[in-house]
């Protein structure tokens, strides 16, 4: 049974930074492409990040390009989405997903999704 626990949301001002973490259990995720989403309220599930499992290819959102990276650790089971330069428009809740095969910006094809962890960028 595959379960993703994400961690590291919070309250933080306009220009701060966090560090997201989402840790994977239950399969082996290195053939695994994981991605990250988020839902502001009102709003839909938007794309943010995204990384193969073999960490070769990555693809971020033109919103969030230049402040947020994503990066992963196989070895562990972790992805990681540092996120630098926060906006108040960043805050929402920000979800981790896994799929088989290659990353996909949409949210539809990832049938794995972690609870969420709530970001709030304060102005």
């Known amino acids: 049974q595959v379960q993703l626990v994400e961690s590291g949301g919070g309250l933080v001002q306009a220009g701060g930074s966090l560090r997201l973490s989402c840790a994977a259990s239950?399969?082996?995720?290195?053939?695994?492409?994981m991605g990250w989403f988020r839902q502001a309220p009102g709003k839909g599930r938007e794309f943010v990040a995204a990384?193969?499992?073999?960490?070769?290819?990555?693809a971020v959102a033109n919103s969030v390009k230049d402040r947020f990276a994503i990066s992963r650790d196989n070895a562990k089971n972790t992805m990681v989405l540092q996120m630098n330069s926060l906006k108040p428009e960043d805050t929402a809740v920000y979800y981790c997903?896994?799929?088989?095969?290659?990353?996909?910006?949409?949210?539809?094809?990832?049938?794995?999704w972690g609870q969420g962890t709530q970001v709030t960028v304060s102005s």
């Open positions: 239950g399969r082996t995720f290195s053939s695994y492409a």
């Open positions: 990384i193969a499992g073999s960490s070769a290819g990555t």
């Open positions: 997903a896994v799929r088989q095969g290659g990353y996909s910006t949409s949210s539809s094809l990832y049938p794995y």
